[in-house]
């Protein structure tokens, strides 16, 4: 079946640096890829879609300059949360789509923690 | 805008026993598709089971079934013959094309009672 790597599984980052988060479809070419954050006994709140080859689209109250989603290819998108700060802290989740008719494939998420 | 809603947040049922968990939904879609999905402690989300709005017919999967009332925009997840491997969280999500973004309710944590 289709699969989607995520790495890292977690990370512990300083606050002020960046942090860069891989999604990859390993057996499928992803036409679209999801970011998802989930809070502790939340649900999934999407921050984005993105698209290979364009601009990502982010949902409303989502800050595009510190959420950096780049889709370069059909099999890896990356977040890149820049200038950490604590309360960025949460778990991410990514989910590749191969296309209309297929269904979604989930990473297994990153545990982000600002210190 | 589409939402979802899972109006259980706790649910809990005896081991081998059948329980049902709740999912209202509203869009002005027609055709759209539902999902349930599973996330245990690990937090991987494991697909349950999908329905297609066209399909008057319910989804099943083994041991987990819908019902899917299309005029009342409700499905609900039934899970027979419970198991502790069923402990997780399930989330109801709906999109209105296939590929396209998922909407997520709020969840319904599920216990196994041995």
């Known amino acids: 079946g289709a699969v989607v790597s995520q790495h890292p599984s977690r990370v512990i980052c300083k606050s002020g640096t960046s942090v860069k988060i891989e999604c990859r479809s390993l057996?499928?070419?992803?036409?679209?890829m999801f970011w998802y954050r989930q809070f502790p006994k939340q649900s999934l709140m999407l921050m984005a879609t993105s698209n290979e080859g364009s601009k990502a689209t982010y949902e409303q109250g989502v800050e595009k300059d510190k959420f950096l989603i780049n889709h370069a290819s059909l099999t890896l998108s990356t977040l890149t949360v820049t200038s950490a700060h604590p309360e960025d802290s949460s778990f991410y989740i990514c989910s590749a789509v191969q296309g209309s008719g297929y269904g979604y494939t989930f990473g297994s998420g990153t545990r982000l923690t600002v210190v | 805008a589409q939402t979802v809603t899972q109006s259980q947040p706790e649910m809990s049922v005896q081991e081998a026993e059948t329980v049902t968990l709740s999912c209202t939904y509203d869009t002005s879609e027609s055709d759209y598709y539902l999902f349930w999905y599973k996330q245990p402690p690990s937090r991987q989300m494991i697909l349950v089971i999908r329905q297609e709005a066209y399909k008057q017919q319910n989804a099943t999967e083994n041991r987990f079934s819908v019902n899917f009332q299309k005029a009342a925009k409700s499905f609900s997840l039934k899970i027979s013959d419970s198991q502790l491997g069923d402990a997780a969280m399930y989330f109801c999500?709906?999109?209105?094309?296939?590929?396209?973004?998922?909407?997520f309710g709020t969840g319904t944590r599920l216990t196994i009672i041995p």
């Open positions: 057996d499928f070419q992803a036409t679209t």
């Open positions: 999500a709906y999109t209105r094309g296939s590929g396209e973004k998922l909407t």
